[in-house]
C-alpha cells in the first residue's frame, strides 16, 4: 500500500475523532500544552495525578509550569495508579480527593492512571464513607446512583494521556482490579467520561516497545470486537463499520513498521490514531468474548496480550455469524492469509482468518496461544469460565455476535479457551445460525 494511501487513511482517522470529540478533545502531534487551558475552565484549584518515578520528572515540571503560568494552584499531588488499577490505589486517590476538594482533577498518565481517576472520582462522590466500589460495576449504575441521590455530576477530570491503548481518556469505562482474586471488573457509565481530554502522540516516543505492542494490540481488539458484534441492520452500522477498518488497517500496515522504527513520529501518530479509533469503536457498542476473559489472566500477562491471544480462536467461534465480516478483514489481512479465501464459509472461512491473525502476532513477536505464558495453567481458564457467569460482566456475553448465556459457558465459551490453550482451532465448537 502506498504511502499516499496510508496518509488517506490517516486523515480519515483524524475526521472521525473530530466529529466525535469536537472541541473536548485536543489530539495529535504538539498540543501536549493544550491541558492547561482545559484545567482552567473548571477552576483554579486542581489535584494532580502524574507519576512520581525519576524518568518522569521533566514532564512533572513541564506540567507544573504551564499550571503555574494558568494561575493554577496544585492543592495535592499523587503518584499514577499501578498497572491494571488495584482497588488499594483507588481508594487511596478517593480519600485524597475528599480530602482537597478540588475543583478539577488532572490526571496525566496511561490507561490504568485514568481509570483509577474515574472509579475513585466515583468512590469519593458517591461512597465517601465506605469507599465501597462493588455496587457500582457494571452498566450505567454510577448515573442511576445520582439521580437517587440528586447528585448532577462528579468532580471535573482533564485526562492527558501518554500511551496509545486503552483509549480511557475519551471513553465510558473504568477498570479495577481486585489483587486479591486476581480479577478485574468493569464500571460503564456516561457519567464517568473525562470532561476534557488530550493525547499529544509524541508522548509516546518513550513508550517501551513492549508497551508499544501491548497498547496497539488493545486499541486493534476494541475495534475488532466492536466489529463482530455490531448487528449489520443498526442505523449506523456505516460509520461503526468505517472507524473499525480504518483503526484495524492502521494497525496492521503500521505496527510491523513502528516496531522497526520506534522514534518515527508519523507512524506514532498513526498508532495513536487507530488506538483512539478503539475508543470512538466502545463508546458506540462494546466488547466482546476477548475483553471478558483477559479479565482473568490479570496474573499473568498485560491486558492487549491476552485479547490478541484470545481474538483469533473467537474469530472461528463467531465466523458463522459474521462470513461478510470476515471477507472485508480478509482484505486488510492480505499479505497474512495463506489461501484463497473466496469459496470458504463457516469455520473454515474463520480458521484462515484466524491463521493470518495468528501469523500477523509471530511478526510483531506476540504469543498465539495461552500454553506460551509463563505461569499459565488450567486455573485461569476455570476463573475465565466462572467470570463469564457473572452478572456484572453479561454485556459482554450480549454483545457477542453468538450471544451466549450464564448456563452455555461450559458449552461453547470452554473449547475456544481450550482451543486457545493449545493452538488447536477444530477444538472449537460453533453455533448453528
Known amino acids: ?30 498540543c501536549f500544552n493544550d491541558f492547561a487551558k482545559f484545567v482552567k475552565e473548571f477552576g483554579n484549584n486542581t489535584l ?8 518522569a520528572s521533566s514532564m512533572r515540571n513541564e506540567v507544573k509550569n504551564l499550571l503555574n503560568l494558568k494561575n493554577i494552584k496544585i492543592v495535592a499531588e499523587i503518584g499514577t495508579s499501578r498497572e491494571n488499577t488495584p482497588l488499594e490505589d483507588v481508594k487511596e486517590l478517593a480519600n485524597l480527593i475528599k480530602k482537597t476538594n478540588p475543583d478539577n482533577i488532572l490526571c496525566v498518565g496511561g490507561g490504568s492512571a485514568i481509570d483509577c481517576a474515574k472509579a ?48 480511557s481518556h475519551i471513553t465510558k469505562y473504568s477498570n479495577v482490579t481486585d489483587l486479591t ?39 486493534f481488539s476494541h475495534c475488532l470486537e466492536v466489529y463482530y458484534g455490531v448487528n449489520e441492520n443498526v442505523y449506523n452500522y456505516n460509520l461503526v463499520e468505517q472507524i473499525c477498518l480504518t483503526g484495524i488497517g492502521l494497525i496492521i500496515e ?3 513498521l513502528l516496531i522497526k522504527n520506534p522514534q518515527d513520529k508519523e507512524l506514532r501518530q498513526k498508532i495513536g490514531l487507530a488506538t483512539d479509533l478503539g475508543a470512538y469503536a466502545i463508546m ?31 474469530t472461528v467461534f463467531f465466523a458463522p455469524s459474521i462470513e461478510n465480516k470476515l471477507k472485508k478483514l480478509a482484505f486488510l489481512y492480505k499479505d497474512y492469509l ?7 464459509k463457516g469455520k473454515d472461512l474463520g480458521i484462515a482468518i484466524a491463521k493470518a491473525m495468528t501469523e ?74
Not at 509524541?202 to 488493545?218: F, I, Q, V
Request: aromatic share 8%; net charge negative.
Open 1 to 30: 500500500m502506498s504511502a499516499k494511501e496510508i496518509d488517506k487513511k490517516s486523515q480519515i482517522a483524524i475526521d472521525l475523532l473530530k466529529q466525535y470529540k469536537k472541541d473536548t478533545y485536543s489530539f495529535g502531534l504538539n
Open 48 to 55: 494532580l495525578i502524574i507519576s512520581q518515578h525519576d524518568w
Open 120 to 167: 475513585a472520582n466515583i468512590l469519593a462522590v458517591l461512597s465517601p464513607d465506605l469507599l465501597d466500589i462493588e455496587p457500582f460495576f457494571g452498566a450505567g449504575i454510577v448515573s442511576e446512583t445520582m439521580t437517587k441521590l440528586n447528585i448532577k455530576e462528579l468532580y471535573p477530570l482533564i485526562a492527558v494521556q501518554v500511551a496509545a491503548g486503552s483509549g
Open 181 to 219: 482474586k486476581n480479577q478485574k471488573k468493569l464500571i460503564v457509565d456516561e457519567a464517568i467520561i473525562p470532561n476534557r481530554a488530550v493525547f499529544d502522540y509524541l508522548s509516546t516516543l518513550t513508550m517501551p516497545l513492549n508497551l508499544t505492542k501491548d497498547g496497539a494490540m488493545d486499541g
Open 254 to 256: 503500521n505496527l510491523p
Open 284 to 314: 458506540l457498542y462494546g466488547t466482546n468474548g476477548a475483553h471478558l476473559n483477559s479479565f482473568s489472566f490479570v496474573d499473568i500477562m498485560t491486558h492487549g496480550k491476552a485479547c490478541a491471544i484470545l481474538n483469533p480462536y473467537y
Open 338 to 344: 495463506n489461501e484463497n479465501i473466496e469459496n470458504l
Open 360 to 433: 500477523f502476532s509471530k511478526i510483531i513477536g506476540f504469543p498465539y496461544k495461552l500454553e506460551e505464558i509463563k505461569g499459565f495453567s488450567d486455573l485461569h481458564i476455570n476463573r475465565a469460565l466462572e467470570a463469564a457467569k457473572n452478572p456484572q460482566l453479561k454485556s459482554k456475553l450480549e454483545n457477542m455476535p453468538v450471544p451466549l448465556s450464564a448456563n452455555q459457558i461450559d458449552e461453547y465459551m470452554k473449547p475456544v479457551l481450550l482451543a486457545a490453550k493449545t493452538g488447536d482451532f477444530n477444538l472449537i465448537k460453533t453455533m448453528e445460525i
